[in-house]
């Protein structure tokens, strides 16, 4: 069996959450997107868009927001909090929050990914590909296809996909990916359109850091 990346922190990890604001710079000088407003209590529901919002949304250049994602399939499986945004066409920023800074710190731009473990230490670099995507964190998606998602579009490839939208963007996402895996979001809020500086889509620093390829990413992504 292939072992793809283990995708979530321990239970305790996964229920914090970020708290609230925006972009920020980090101590180190990066930029560190910290979460937003926690999700609102209640059963969820599977409301359709609100006229033209699902047109708005489809053609925004810039998103960004705080995620709570679960993955399930064929060697991955976990939930995690994630911070994203993306300036189309090929620019995305992913942060995995911990409990003392990002645990990860994954940048897509153009045809490159560069992803980094702080802690660690390490740096992870591949293609902007649905395969190193795979291979870095066990979610076959290419980078087009995960903007898509989020806002409420179902990219072809996908198996089945389904978004409860709120007033201008979906707040709960299922979808079934083309090898399977079973991925769940909830948006606990997010922003359109909002300019975010240039540095957010920098590649993460890592002067000084080790090379690592995929499975050592998925070890330390995983570690507890």
């Known amino acids: 069996m292939r072992q793809k990346a283990c995708f979530g922190p321990s239970s305790s990890e996964s229920r914090s959450r ?8 980090s101590a180190r000088g990066g930029l560190l997107l910290v979460g937003l407003l926690l999700a609102s209590s209640g059963c969820a529901t599977w409301n359709p868009p609100p006229p033209q919002a699902a047109e708005r949304a489809a053609a925004a250049d810039v998103y960004s927001g705080s995620l709570r ?23 995305v920023r992913l942060e995995f929050p911990g409990s003392s800074g990002a645990r990860l710190v994954a940048v897509v731009r153009g045809e490159r990914l560069t992803a980094t473990f702080p802690a660690h230490r390490a740096v992870f670099e591949g293609a902007a590909t649905a395969a190193d995507f795979d291979a870095l964190l066990g979610v076959a998606l290419a980078p087009a296809e995960l903007m898509d998602l989020l806002v409420g579009v179902a990219p072809p490839r996908l198996r089945s996909y389904r978004a409860g939208w709120g007033e ?35 590649f993460p620093p890592h002067r000084g850091y080790r090379a690592v390829d995929a499975a050592e990413a998925r070890r330390l992504l995983g570690a507890r």
Do not use: M, N, Y
């Not at 970020?18 to 710079?25: D, E, G, M």
């Not at 976990?78 to 090929?90: D, N, S």
């Not at 963007?169 to 500086?197: C, N």
């Open 18 to 25: 970020p708290t609230p604001s925006a972009l920020i710079t």
């Open 69 to 91: 994602v679960s993955v399930s399939g064929e060697g991955v499986r976990g939930r995690t909090p994630i911070l994203v945004a993306f300036r189309r066409p090929t620019s």
């Open 168 to 202: 201008r963007l979906p707040e709960r996402i299922e979808a079934v990916l083309p090898d399977g895996t079973r991925l769940k979001a909830t948006i606990d809020e997010a922003e359109l359109g909002t300019p975010l500086p240039a540095a957010a889509f920098e």
